[in-house]
């Protein structure tokens, strides 16, 4: 299972609020039902699932803002790809915190 950190940013909208786009966004993700978790932050949205499965949602993503009349879309991703050992990002978090309970007097 992958995860990715994925950013849309609509170029040429009207104003400086995408909230709108993201809302559109988030409809998709929740298309895709069982496929893929995802988990809205203030900067991006972070998605896992099978890799496969994760190009198809960030193509999808990646067509909202030009399905509301945008012209131009800049679409960031990064992959956390863990082969070694299954990961989510549950697990990353659940693995930082029993570290930070260690560290603490």
Known sequence: MAIVDITIIPIGTNGPSVSNYVV???????????????????MSTIIEGELPVLFEVIQALHEVPFAKGVQRVATNIRIDDRRDKEQTMSGKLNSVEEKLKKTEI
């Open 24 to 42: 559109e966004i988030h409809k998709v993700l929740e298309s895709f039902g069982e496929k893929v978790n995802f988990q809205l932050t203030p």
